[in-house]
């Protein structure tokens, strides 16, 4: 094999590709899951771009090597002159003479001008003169074909100043046979196709790893409003959860978090401070574009279970309740409100989270009841003071 038909860039563009699939493998198996799907992306990106160097600076300079057939091409003409000679031998008196010379035998006094003329351009290589023959235009009648004589271009004029054009210098070709040109051609368009295929996975993969991290607590990153099935459907999120001990971020930064998202909240807690920071408005993405609005339930009498619940249902806003003594029985009512839509196959398009920051426990059976439901409907629930009856965070 010929490895000259690939640059250093073309080789280090293999190898870059190569290792994707590998970077992929690693990214599976390694628990918690960080940045090697975004590294795989990049090489790919590199790879791509080190094969289009290869081909566009490389391969499009090969050319075939023509010596071999310029060779046998004057094989061919030898052989030609020799099997001419040979005829002519032939059909030639068989008396030769002392002062014969080498050609003598072939009796070329008895040829025509045309025959001595082809039989003297075999002999030495060169065409029979009078293809070589031009004919001159008669000087003596005074006629120039010189064109710049004719428009007097050759007389100095003052004033004009011609600058020459320069020409790009050409670029060194590369030869090579024409079995090696074609391997390589064929070795930059596999290089090419499968470049540009990798990095195509490569950017779905980062795609699907993302989305599939986003119910992941300590794997997901940069949430956006993707829509909630699609998170579902790749990784299920549990119905009741339980904050870790160490958590990742702190309680305001979680409800942010469900905000970017695009997802609802309705946040119960005793804890003043952190309700009054919560109740503002909340940007779904970055920059603080497309807000929505948190809203203080426990301040106005209006805002019945009934009413939140509807709202959250249809991802109208979020809420903030600071009274305790209100939360058990609004998550027995929504309890009952979710059985309802239970009963007719009803589902929230995005999902509801339940943030109870409360010292007191919830009840066995309304946990129960709850977990059966929210599975089927689309609500969460996660407990922050809370381990005892509940499910880890993954």
Known sequence: MNWEIFSLAGYASVALWALVPVLWLAHGLIRPRRWLGHVALAVAAVALALALVNSNTYIARIRVDQTQVIEKEMAARDLARKQA?????????????????????????????????????????QSPQWKNQKQTRDESLGQTDDLQSLIGANQEQAGVTVKGIEEPEAVEPILMSEADKLTADRLDSANLTTSRLLLLLAFLFVVVDYVKRLNVYRESYCPLPVPSAWADA??????????????????????????RRGEVFLYLTDDLAVASQAATAMPRLPAGQWPIHVINAGVDPKLDDEFLFETLWFTRNSFVIDRPERALPLLERFVDLLARRRAS?????????????????????????FENLARKTGFTLLICRQPAHTENVP
């Open 345 to 369: 196959r009803a589902h929230t398009r995005r999902t509801v989270h339940l943030i109870w920051d409360l010292p007191q426990a919830i009840p066995g059976p309304v946990l129960q009841r």
């Open 85 to 125: 000679e040979a005829e002519r031998t032939r059909d030639a008196a068989d008396i030769r003479f002392a002062e014969d010379a080498a050609g003598d035998h072939l009796d070329k006094a008895g040829l025509d001008d045309t025959d001595l003329a082809f039989f003297e351009s075999l002999e030495y290589g």
């Open 234 to 259: 790749l990784t299920a999120r549990p119905a009741i959860a339980t904050r870790p001990a160490q958590p990742r971020r702190s309680l305001l930064q979680e409800l942010q978090t469900i905000s």
